[in-house]
């Protein structure tokens, strides 16, 4: 058989479904935690794919995927079917998703991309965005193992029998302090929050302030993967069938991590949970999805004290991604209106009309560019840093 005809077949096995696809040495692949890719065809070193959408109502932009075999090669690769790539082109991993560096190669619409790959590298990983998985998440508890303000549960699994992990931070098993109650991944897509998550818990967790105080006054509780599925399988999530994750707060939930958290919070005495955060990113590119924000709900008191965090949180800020309070979304803006809710309650939509609580809210953080600032696991750690002691600066006062 020729190499043509090799690659004719595994083209024609890709189309059928197929994870896998190779043409001479070159093999592109998803079949790791978190992949996402369908492959139309590998000719030499050009390829061709697009994001597999799964159970996604109408289009959306994850995607994740592994070369191998194209060691001092330039790989030439196009989406087929919509323009999938960020502001900062592909995310690239040479050692196996340890580390990412932004390619910052795409053409102008947005839809391929060439990127040379290092003579000694036998795999590189390219993403929409840099992935945050289960594993990111056990390397940062593993360097709090020893923390007695640390504790970590399962809030409940999940229809493919995952554990759905649950975070206890700061005054932990004190049932008498107020609860901050942190999410992130309604999404499963938008890892970003998954670093943000990291930085606000880090900050709590950390010797000295304002992680003393804020361990002295409040319980925080964590759910850094509500669709836990999603993040390891590498779904989109947004706009999922029959129900996105972040629509399921009212009526019977459809999935069982929103469930879990309704049940959860619903057992507690009016006003022990304080304040609910829900971690999100935006759109994939361009205006309004290249600035930090928070989106505001239509529960009036709660914007108010959202947007009064937000002003603290824009005066102390210290880390490399720029939050501008101006840039808030409140309802009845943009997308977020009541429209947009009618297929059902949001998680901090929900929360924020629970009796006693001081406020809950969503923030986006860009995948690639913030403000002008690259977006990294440290920077968007950093804003978790800084989002930590604006909280203890608004709740303590
Ligand atoms: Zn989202």
Request: charged share 25%.
């Amino acid at each position: 058989m020729t190499r043509r005809e090799l690659a004719r077949m595994a083209a024609l096995s890709a189309a059928a479904g197929g994870l896998r696809a190779a043409s001479g040495d070159v093999s592109v692949d998803c079949a790791f935690p978190g992949g996402n890719i369908m492959v139309d065809s590998i000719e030499g070193a050009t390829v061709s794919l697009r994001q597999d959408l799964r159970d996604t109502a109408g289009d959306w932009f994850y995607w994740h995927f592994r070369v191998r075999g194209a060691a001092g090669r330039t790989l030439a690769v196009r989406f087929t079917r919509s323009a999938v790539i960020g502001a900062r082109g592909p995310a690239v991993s040479l050692d196996r998703g340890l580390s990412w560096q932004w390619s910052e190669t795409a053409d102008a619409a947005r839809q391929s991309f060439t990127y040379a790959v290092p003579s000694g590298s036998q795999e590189a990983r390219f993403c929409m965005t840099i992935p945050y998985l289960e594993s990111n998440l056990r390397a940062f508890l593993k360097r709090y193992r020893r923390s007695r303000f640390l504790r970590t549960g399962v809030l409940c699994r999940t229809a493919k029998g995952r554990s759905v992990e649950l975070l206890e931070a700061g005054a932990v098993g004190d049932e008498t302090r107020p609860v901050i109650l942190l999410t992130a991944r309604h999404h499963a897509c938008e890892s970003i929050a998954g670093f943000t998550l990291e930085g606000l818990l880090g900050a709590v967790l950390d010797a000295g302030e304002p992680g003393g105080r804020l361990r002295r006054n409040f319980r925080f509780l964590a759910v850094p993967f509500v669709d836990k599925d999603g993040v390891e399988d590498g779904d989109q999530g947004k706009n999922r069938r029959p129900r996105d994750h972040n629509r399921d707060y009212s009526g019977a939930s459809v999935h069982a991590s929103p469930a879990a958290i309704r049940k959860l919070v619903g057992s507690w005495p009016a006003g022990r949970l304080r304040f609910a955060l829900d971690l999100h990113c935006p759109w994939l590119r361009g205006a309004g999805n290249e600035e930090i924000h928070f989106v505001g709900g239509p529960a009036k008191e709660s914007w108010a004290r959202i947007e009064r965090l937000a002003a603290v949180l824009e005066s102390i800020q210290t880390g490399p991604l720029p939050f501008r309070a101006r840039n808030n979304l409140p309802f009845g803006k943009s997308w977020n209106t009541a429209a947009n809710t009618s297929q059902g309650k949001s998680f901090s939509g929900w929360a924020a009309e629970l009796p006693g609580i001081w406020a809950a809210g969503s923030l986006e953080i860009p995948y690639a560019n913030a403000g002008g600032a690259v977006v990294t696991a440290d920077a968007a750690r950093a804003l978790g840093s800084d989002l930590a002691c604006s909280l203890g600066e608004v709740l303590e006062s």
